[in-house]
C-alpha cells in the first residue's frame, strides 16, 4: 500500500506560479515512480508528467511541458509539481500518483491512469484571469 497526501493547491492569478507537494508513504519512496495528473471539469484525467525513483528520467510529452517541472526528494518522501506561468485552462484538481515499483515505466502507449496504482486525493487549482 502507498497512502499519497497532496497540498499546495489554490486561487492564483494568471501569470503567477505555484509549487504542489505530495507526500508520500507506506514504501520505499525511492522505488516508486511519481507521477502528476490533472482533471478539469467535464474532462478526462490527463497525465502532466511523472520521474523515476532515482529523479533522473521522466516521460514527455504530457500537458506539463515547458511550464511546468517535476521533482522529487527522497529523503523527504515528497514529490513536487512547479507550475509556472500559470494560465487559466491550468484549473483543474491535480493528483498525484504512484508506480510503487516502477513496474509500468517501459509500458508502450501514453502515460494513462492505469498505469499507476495509487492515487491521491487531489488538490484544487484555480487560475484567475
Known amino acids: 500500500q502507498v497512502q499519497l497526501e497532496e497540498s499546495g493547491g489554490g486561487l492564483v492569478q494568471a501569470g503567477g506560479s505555484l509549487r504542489l507537494s505530495c507526500l508520500a508513504s507506506g514504501r520505499t519512496f525511492r522505488n516508486i515512480v511519481m507521477a502528476w495528473f490533472r482533471q478539469a471539469p467535464g474532462k478526462e484525467r490527463e497525465f502532466v508528467l511523472d520521474?523515476?525513483?532515482?529523479?533522473?528520467?521522466?516521460h514527455y510529452p504530457g500537458s506539463g511541458k515547458g511550464r511546468f517541472t517535476i521533482s522529487r526528494d527522497n529523503a523527504k518522501n515528497t514529490a513536487y509539481l512547479q507550475i509556472d506561468s500559470l494560465r487559466p485552462e491550468d484549473t483543474a484538481v491535480y493528483y498525484c500518483a504512484a508506480d510503487p515499483d516502477g513496474s509500468n515505466w517501459d509500458a508502450a502507449g501514453p502515460r494513462r491512469p492505469s498505469l499507476y496504482s495509487y492515487w491521491g486525493q487531489g488538490t484544487q487549482v484555480t487560475v484567475s484571469s
Open positions: 520521474i523515476s525513483g532515482s529523479g533522473g528520467a521522466r
